[in-house]
């Protein structure tokens, strides 16, 4: 699945930033997958339920080799690119499925890939990729700051080993994952380190979050002994690694913000044409057709930025810092506008609890706000430009 991004046509050498065949094969195959497995009933019963995934669907993700994706073939991947595995982000965040692909895939398979050591890497990601093993990223602490100058957690050497405290929120799917990926200050300064979820000192308590579909945990640490080979990467080398992990992460986040507008806009679309007021659909008003449109073009702005960042990510482009920081905000503040503005199209209906549009209203609040508010990125965008 090559990606057709940033190729000059021969005879005019306009460039062409279309999907390729196969990826467009690969999105067909997701969202079908989804709209039969993850339709919105099975969504709101997963919402309901402490671990807020379904396990059985998680295996079948697995063996259609959703998780192992991006893992390059040597750590036991399919060896795709990061285009390839945003097609799949925004077809889940068209869906919203809960499930922990964003917390092992998107944070926590990236971070060991990043600045695992060859063994960490060829024993964690082959886990990763089918299916046995979820990882969980914990380094936002209470204050809420995304940043790594916000960690506040200790660890301290011991003997041959660890020993960690502190306390961790807002961590994806915390609650249920087998490793944890903790940040902590050391000597050094901010260091990475594998806890299994299970160890003697960890206490995981589930939040009460406005977005259901996507479960957060709180997490404490108190006196957890962990081995020296713990260690993710370098001593001291967590803030650098957490920056780019971030990148990439924001990167996959606009495009599932991406999915979700999309859904958003073709709902109100649709309901457009069929909710009929003083006998015309409301579709034919102006104020809905002004609506509609300017949702479109949120969307259609969306794909551009979320697009290009996935092709600067597959890349390894040295714009990736800039366009991810672009991508996020821009991403973040569409979304919640498409998604207010859907609620406006349907009226009193999109207010109910029976009807989807609040799921995503709720889902592109939290996302707006998640690995770092838009005004973050806009400010770490400026200076990045120069500004």
Known sequence: ????????????????????????????????????????????????????????????????????MAIPEEYGGAGFSWLELNIINEELGRSLLPSPFFSTVVLGATAVLLGGTEEQKKS????????????????????????????????????DGWVLDGAKSFVVDGHTADTLIVAARTDAGVSLFLVPGD????????????????????????????????????????????????????????????GGAQKCMEMSVEYAKVRVQFGRPIGSFQ???????????????????????SWAASEGNDELPVTSALAKSYCSDAYFDVAAETIQVHGGI???????????FKRAKTSQLMLGEPAFYRKRLADLIGL
């Not at 809420?144 to 003997?159: I, L, M």
């Open 199 to 258: 160890a003697a000192g960890v206490s995981r308590e589930r939040l009460e979050t406005m977005d259901m579909t996507r479960k957060q945990a709180s997490v404490t640490l108190d006196g957890v002994a962990v081995p020296d080979d713990a260690l993710l990467g370098t001593d001291g080398g967590g803030e650098e690694l957490l920056d780019r992990v971030m990148q990439f992460a924001a990167v996959a986040l606009a495009n599932e913000q991406v």
């Open 350 to 360: 999109g207010f109910t609890w029976e009807h989807d549009a609040h799921l995503y």
């Open 1 to 68: 699945m090559l990606a057709q991004w940033a190729l000059r046509e021969p005879r005019t050498g306009a460039m062409n930033f279309a999907f390729s065949e196969e990826q467009q094969m690969l999105r067909d195959s997701v969202r079908s997958f989804l709209e039969n497995k993850a339709p919105s009933a099975h969504v709101r019963e997963l919402m309901e339920t402490e671990s807020g995934f379904d396990e059985g669907l998680w295996q079948e993700m697995a063996e259609m080799g959703w998780q192992a």
């Open 124 to 159: 964690l990601l082959e886990q990763v990729s089918i299916g046995q093993l979820r990882l969980a990223l914990a380094h936002v602490e209470p204050g809420g700051d995304w940043g790594p100058e916000g960690v506040q957690a200790t660890a301290r050497r011991d003997g």
């Open 287 to 309: 104020a809905i057709k002004h609506k509609c449109a300017d949702m479109l073009l949120s969307v259609e702005s969306s794909k551009s930025a979320a697009y290009y960042s």
